[in-house]
């Protein structure tokens, strides 16, 4: 179905743009700037298991590890 997909790949989209600027917050050492950034990239990942267009185990897994990210950062 191409609105599915379209959908799909917005969400998909959002998610990527969102963890790759917490990535480099965190590559700068920016952390207070990146645990604000986490929040959205958890939040986008949540909406995007709400509605099915990821699973939810993905969305905890990758949640999970961006988590860990920042803490082995501080």
Do not use: F
């Not at 920016?30 to 990942?45: F, G, H, N, Y």
Request: proline share 1%; no cysteine.
């Amino acid at each position: 179905n191409v609105r599915k997909r379209a959908h799909n790949r917005g969400h998909k989209t959002i998610i990527r743009k969102l963890s790759t600027a917490y990535q480099e917050l965190l590559a700068a050492g920016k952390k207070d700037e990146a645990a604000t950034a986490l929040r959205a990239v958890a939040s986008a990942l949540d909406k995007a298991a709400k509605v099915g267009v990821i699973p939810k185990a993905r969305a905890s897994r990758k949640r999970s590890r961006l988590t860990l990210a920042l803490n082995r950062a501080k």
